[in-house]
């Protein structure tokens, strides 16, 4: 090879060497990490919410990763999917709850019952506290609301004629009330009042046989009394007066379902007035109550 031949290719391989090191200072240096997140915003889409309220996408960082838009669209869609496969809860049957009364009583009168002309006041304020001085309005819808939270805990539907006090509703229209839903049992509750300061105790009250307008509910009206009172005396200390047959109550008599009135005790008794207001005690009728009407709801289904 000639001198000339040798310069030549000495000269071209300087400039091969300078060209590769220029190339190689001009290539950004990507890293491993870098790679995969370049590679895995190219195969994300991006998740724009349809609503109006979403967050807007802030100017102010047009490098954010897009799949922080996804993760909430994600997590409905499997929250929706979870109420979907939940089955639906089924009532036991719907209970009508009467607390008795109301603040200011209505002297107009209406009739006892259906075929009947004899009449009675629409409906009364009730009696009062000797010791505490509690209307029993207030005392009635106090433990009936505990009852409601009772029932509905054991999966029951509670509906109730009144859950205030400035209410003008007559007790056959409570009983209409109950029968307008087609309820399976009507409950009215109330305090007993007396002119001697010594009675005392409970008693579960229903319709009278002899009432032909009630006929057709007495027998499972009796059968709820009976349960109730049961319940009553495993779940209270309090002193038990039994069941009584009533014929002269207008929230019987216009009942077209099964109905019981508890009455919770003497109002007029000072020691049983104070402990009708003990929320620990009231929770106890409630809860006792509830129980002897889940067991009136088993047997009649039996």
């Known amino acids: 090879m000639s001198k000339l031949q040798t310069s030549v290719v000495t000269a071209l391989l300087a400039f091969g060497a300078v060209s590769l090191v220029f190339a190689y200072t001009q290539t950004p240096i990507v890293s491993s990490s870098d790679s995969a997140l370049q590679s895995a915003a190219q195969t994300v889409p ?27 669209a994600q997590a409905y869609a499997q929250e929706a999917s979870a109420a979907e496969a939940a089955p639906a809860s089924v009532s036991r049957g719907l209970i009508y709850l009467d607390p008795g009364h109301q603040r200011k009583g209505n002297a107009q009168q209406e009739p006892v019952s259906p075929d009947s002309k004899e009449t009675k006041a629409k409906v009364t304020g009730g009696t009062r506290g ?17 009852l409601k939270e009772a029932l509905i805990a054991r999966g029951f539907e509670v509906q109730m004629t009144r859950e205030d006090h400035d209410v003008d509703i007559s007790n056959a229209e409570r009983a209409e009330m109950a029968n307008a839903v087609n309820a ?20 579960v009250l229903y319709p009278d046989a002899g009432v032909r307008a009630t006929r057709s509910i007495q027998p499972a009206s009796r059968m709820a009394a009976e349960s109730i009172l049961e319940a009553l005396k495993a779940g ?29 005790g003497f109002m007029t008794n000072p020691a049983e007035d104070k402990q009708l207001s003990v929320p620990e ?9 509830a129980d002897g009407i889940d067991t009136y709801m088993k047997n009649k289904e039996n």
């Not at 967050?55 to 996804?70: G, I, K, R, W, Y």
């Not at 005690?281 to 109550?289: E, F, G, K, S």
């Open 46 to 72: 991006l998740v724009v919410s349809s609503s109006a309220e979403s967050a807007p996408v802030s100017n102010e960082s047009p490098m954010a990763p897009q799949t922080s838009q996804a993760q909430p």
């Open 184 to 203: 399976q049992l009507a409950v009215r509750i109330h305090a007993d009042g007396n002119d001697s300061p010594k009675a005392k105790g409970y008693s």
């Open 236 to 264: 209270t200390d309090a002193a038990s007066r039994g069941m009584v047959a009533r014929s002269d109550l207008s929230g019987f008599n216009w009942s077209k379902v099964p109905v019981v009135l508890i009455e919770l």
């Open 281 to 289: 005690y009231q929770q106890q009728l409630a809860d006792a109550i």
């Open 130 to 146: 000797v010791a505490t001085g509690k209307p029993e309005y207030v005392l009635n819808l106090e433990v009936s609301l505990l």
